[in-house]
């Protein structure tokens, strides 16, 4: 019995379901393609600036109205550079928090590019999606 047959089986409300491990036995193991992970941390990574450039621009257009949260907000933006720093390591942290940062005051039509020293390439990084390919190509 192949795998499709195997889950078919478990969608089956009138036949009895059955683990993978019943078909195929008790040492299987089944693991993540490495594919699949970049996809995952890339959507995860490309999610989370979204949000946090969502974030800042609600704090700007609060201060347009004449409401200041910045006081508020400083607080959890801490604590979320903490969580960035810490998962990204410091190298990477300096660079998404130059993104974001720059993103903001980023006019339109005007390239966001990243220029790490003399000697390395531009890279254009105006999306989430460009900068986590850069921080892949640039292993940092």
Same mark, same amino acid.
């Given at each position: 019995?192949?795998? $499709?047959?195997? %889950?078919?089986?478990k969608k089956s409300k009138?036949?009895?379901?059955? &683990?993978l491990t019943d078909y195929m036995g008790s040492g299987m193991k089944i693991e993540e393609s490495l594919a699949s992970k970049r996809k995952k941390d890339e959507k995860f990574f490309c999610g989370l600036l979204e949000r946090l450039v969502e974030l800042d621009q609600r704090t700007l257009q609060m201060l347009?109205?004449? /409401? @200041? %949260? &910045?006081?508020?907000? @400083?607080?959890?933006?801490? /604590?979320?550079?903490?969580? +960035?720093y810490k998962h990204y390591g410091e190298v990477k942290a300096q660079i998404i928090i130059w993104w974001l940062l720059s993103s903001q005051? $980023?006019? $339109?039509? +005007? @390239?966001?590019? %990243? $220029? %790490?020293?003399e000697e390395s390439n531009e890279?254009? /990084?105006?999306?989430?999606?460009?900068?986590y390919r850069v921080l892949l190509k640039l292993k940092l």
């Amino acid at each position: 019995m192949n795998l $499709k047959n195997c %889950l078919e089986l478990k969608k089956s409300k009138n036949k009895i379901s059955k &683990t993978l491990t019943d078909y195929m036995g008790s040492g299987m193991k089944i693991e993540e393609s490495l594919a699949s992970k970049r996809k995952k941390d890339e959507k995860f990574f490309c999610g989370l600036l979204e949000r946090l450039v969502e974030l800042d621009q609600r704090t700007l257009q609060m201060l347009e109205y004449g /409401v @200041d %949260l &910045t006081i508020y907000d @400083d607080f959890y933006n801490q /604590v979320l550079e903490s969580f +960035i720093y810490k998962h990204y390591g410091e190298v990477k942290a300096q660079i998404i928090i130059w993104w974001l940062l720059s993103s903001q005051e $980023k006019e $339109k039509g +005007i @390239d966001l590019t %990243l $220029k %790490l020293n003399e000697e390395s390439n531009e890279f254009i /990084v105006n999306t989430p999606k460009q900068l986590y390919r850069v921080l892949l190509k640039l292993k940092l």
